[in-house]
């Protein structure tokens, strides 16, 4: 296989994540992934390989510091350079105040910051080195505004934002992109289209485009990577034309 440029995807789940990996993989990359059950990448990457693209996955488990030091080296050293890191791990879980138990809102602090520093930190490692890459965060709504039921969460997102900028900060002047990117959407996974249900709505019914497809997630990704770096974007929201905001 020839040499390819090398997208790490840290939360590569089954739709944002998945979506990013086949962008990427498309258009010339390599793409590693990493996620907390590594046996589920088995379909994703034989989808990928039948299109003509390469990939590998992963167990990683992103708030554990041994792992994130142990499995750079082992990308770097063993796959290739890190071009681009994307991290996309989740945590989007709604509790009212008094329900928020500590382990739910430290879980959810740890999937959604600690994890992203180890990974932001692991990857800058490397690319300050070299004086070249990106790193990539996914944001949401939540990164801008805290909502009823949402302080672990709102919390989490707020710190992984404010991770973003100072990295922007202290790595652009490093030829290093950092990007915090905002999705200000219900995007079309059936764990959306679940929530929607138990609130009474039939997301059949919605018009389309209502919903956010998660390969537009992973076009603005693309694009972020590509940026000529006189005019970097270091944050970016992306919606729906019909959402409210």
């Given at each position: 296989m020839?040499?390819?440029?090398?997208c790490?995807?840290?939360?590569?789940?089954?739709?944002i994540?998945a979506?990013?990996?086949?962008?990427?993989a498309?258009?010339?990359?390599h793409?590693?992934?990493g996620?907390?059950?590594?046996?589920?990448?088995?379909?994703?990457?034989?989808e990928i390989e039948?299109?003509g693209?390469?990939?590998q996955g992963?167990t990683?488990?992103?708030r554990?510091?041994?792992?994130?030091?142990?499995?750079?080296?082992?990308?770097e050293?063993?796959i290739?350079?890190v071009?681009?890191?994307i991290?996309?791990?989740?945590?989007?879980?709604?509790?009212?105040?008094?329900?928020?138990?500590?382990?739910?809102?430290r879980?959810?602090?740890?999937?959604?910051a600690?994890?992203a520093?180890?990974?932001?930190?692991?990857?800058?490692?490397?690319?300050?080195?070299?004086q070249?890459?990106s790193?990539?965060?996914?944001?949401?709504?939540?990164s801008?505004?805290g909502?009823?039921?949402?302080?672990?969460?709102?919390?989490?997102?707020?710190?992984?934002?404010?991770?973003?900028?100072?990295?922007?900060?202290e790595l652009?002047?490093?030829n290093?992109?950092?990007?915090h990117?905002?999705?200000?959407?219900?995007?079309n996974?059936?764990?959306?289209?679940?929530?929607?249900?138990?609130?009474g709505?039939d997301?059949?019914?919605?018009?389309?485009?209502?919903?956010?497809?998660?390969d537009?997630?992973?076009e603005?990704?693309?694009?972020l990577?590509?940026?000529?770096?006189?005019?970097?974007?270091?944050?970016?929201?992306?919606?729906?034309?019909?959402?409210?905001w």
């Amino acid at each position: 296989m020839p040499k390819k440029p090398i997208c790490l995807i840290i939360g590569a789940g089954d739709y944002i994540g998945a979506a990013i990996a086949k962008r990427f993989a498309m258009g010339g990359f390599h793409v590693v992934m990493g996620r907390r059950r590594g046996e589920m990448f088995a379909p994703l990457i034989n989808e990928i390989e039948t299109s003509g693209g390469s990939a590998q996955g992963f167990t990683w488990d992103a708030r554990k510091e041994e792992t994130a030091t142990e499995m750079f080296a082992k990308v770097e050293n063993e796959i290739g350079p890190v071009e681009i890191c994307i991290f996309n791990v989740g945590g989007n879980v709604s509790f009212p105040l008094l329900e928020t138990t500590e382990r739910v809102f430290r879980k959810v602090w740890e999937m959604c910051a600690y994890g992203a520093f180890l990974t932001g930190r692991e990857a800058a490692k490397y690319m300050v080195e070299r004086q070249s890459g990106s790193i990539f965060f996914t944001g949401a709504t939540a990164s801008m505004k805290g909502s009823s039921g949402f302080a672990a969460f709102a919390s989490g997102k707020f710190a992984l934002r404010g991770l973003a900028q100072s990295m922007a900060r202290e790595l652009g002047p490093k030829n290093i992109h950092v990007a915090h990117l905002v999705i200000d959407a219900g995007v079309n996974t059936e764990f959306v289209r679940d929530r929607q249900r138990q609130a009474g709505i039939d997301p059949d019914e919605l018009p389309e485009d209502t919903l956010m497809n998660p390969d537009s997630i992973a076009e603005a990704y693309w694009y972020l990577h590509h940026q000529t770096r006189d005019g970097w974007t270091h944050e970016l929201d992306i919606r729906p034309f019909a959402e409210k905001w």
